[in-house]
């Protein structure tokens, strides 16, 4: 949800100063610190995650099952959320930094370009492991750690947005739950009916009090991502040669949607989501539906709730927003042939352990039943989503670009319910500038 997302935004503007240090190391495995010893014919090989202690806990299973069976390598996890970017950054600017790291897309982008990660694509090509098959993952996963036509990192996790829905709320307000064909209209249409004051009034009906709202339609605090709003319009906010139209009637017409949903009153107040908990107040049954990652576990811990498709744009196009999730090996590493074993094994055993792996050949409905049945009710639309999901279009400037939307657009609309028609003719051209 919306943490993961704000972690990667640290350091924006300076990273790429602090990446220089880097450098593109011709030689990898042969140059920089020690980040390993041997242990008889097995190398210790440093994992570096943002794992939180439940995750690491499950993640450590994992490595001592890889540990056990490996020949070459001995992985040892450190696992730290707190400024995740910010250490890794520090780290990998040293001599002292991990072998292999868990990275975003946004981050795979940008270290890729900059040499901080070990191109890996002849190995790929070399490998018969079954996650070194680049034409099993599907291709927007593989886009950020690719730089140049080479490839410097393995996706883990593709995971779509998708809509959860409390289906006993849609029941006792006799609506059907969404479906494929659901757009903005029906969207709208069911937050109204589901929104409703002290009283059991709707927004529209007489007497209905917005200040005294018991339950929501929906929820959003800049998370979902106002991109995949514009997406589903038609429109973009950024292209290849780095134009950002956020003024184009698409565009225009997805934030303005996105701006009157903001303002209430078919969704809380910032102050009240901020007082409450923004997931907490769907898991509370305050509010009705909620837009979360297929890996998150509403539907698995609260009662009654199932995971649908995102609403459509207006003329039914489809569009919702992959968080693209990886591993890359630290280009110092003085022992990039064990980090690739790990990197490979690894990653392989994170596909059948998250949802939703980026592979094509785990993508089926009866493969993620098995490996994911407290999802079972949800899956054949996650499984859907995977069609329309897509990334955002990273790139070594994309931090610096982002960095400006955010603090920019987006964080005046929603903390200050600034209308974004006042901020797209100023915000337009510190975006383009970004990316120069």
């Keep these: 949800m919306k943490k993961r997302y704000s972690t990667t935004a640290v350091l924006l503007l300076s990273s790429s100063l602090v990446l220089a240090a880097c450098g593109n190391n011709s030689n990898p495995g042969t140059n920089g ?5 041997s242990s008889g014919d097995k190398v210790e090989v440093r994992l570096a995650t943002w794992a939180g202690n439940e995750e690491a806990n499950e993640l450590q299973a994992i490595i001592d099952e890889l540990n ?60 018969d492991h079954p996650a070194a098959q680049m034409d ?186 992959a968080d693209v999730l990886g591993m890359g090996i630290n280009s110092k590493t003085n022992n990039p042939d064990a980090a690739f074993d790990a990197l490979v094994d690894l990653t392989d055993a994170i596909h059948h352990w998250k949802i939703m792996p980026p592979r094509v050949s785990l993508g089926d409905l009866e493969t993620l039943q098995e490996m994911h049945p407290q999802k079972a009710q949800s899956l054949e639309a996650i499984i859907a989503s995977m069609e329309y999901a897509r990334p955002y279009l990273y790139s070594e400037q994309y931090p610096n670009w982002d960095n400006v939307f955010t603090t920019q657009l987006i964080d005046p609309m929603v903390n200050s319910g600034a209308d974004p028609l006042d901020l797209i003719p100023q915000v337009k051209p510190l975006l383009e500038n970004a990316m120069q």
């Design 33 to 37: 610190g020690e980040t390993g010893q």
């Design 68 to 127: 056990a069976n490996s020949t070459t390598y001995t992985l040892v996890q450190d696992s730290n959320p707190a400024e995740y970017d910010t250490r890794i950054i520090t780290q990998l600017s040293g001599n002292s930094g991990p072998d292999l790291f868990w990275i975003s897309a946004q981050r795979a982008a940008q270290f890729s370009a900059q040499g901080a990660m070990l191109d890996i694509t002849d190995r790929l090509e070399a490998s």
């Design 136 to 321: 099993d993952y599907y291709e927007a996963s593989l886009q950020p750690f690719t730089h140049e036509g080479q490839q410097f990192g393995l996706p883990w996790l593709q995971q779509p947005i998708m809509m959860y829905v409390n289906k006993g709320l849609f029941d006792e307000a006799e609506l059907s739950y969404p479906d494929e064909n659901w757009t903005w209209e029906d969207f709208s249409a069911a937050m109204t009916a589901l929104t409703k004051d002290g009283n059991g009034n709707n927004p529209g009906d007489d007497g209905f009090n917005a200040s005294n709202t018991v339950q929501w339609g929906f929820t959003l605090n800049g998370w979902p991502p106002i991109q995949m709003f514009v997406w589903q319009n038609g429109g973009e906010v950024l292209t290849e040669d780095g134009e950002s139209p956020i003024d184009s009637p698409e565009a225009t017409e997805a934030m303005q949607f996105y701006a009157e949903l903001l303002n209430g009153p078919l969704t809380p107040s910032q102050s009240l989501i901020r007082d409450r908990g923004f997931d907490t107040m769907f898991r509370n049954g305050q509010v009705a539906m909620f837009m979360g990652g297929a890996a998150d576990d509403l539907d698995s811990t609260v009662e009654n709730v199932e995971a649908f498709m995102v609403p459509a744009g207006p003329d039914g196009t489809h569009a919702t927003f």
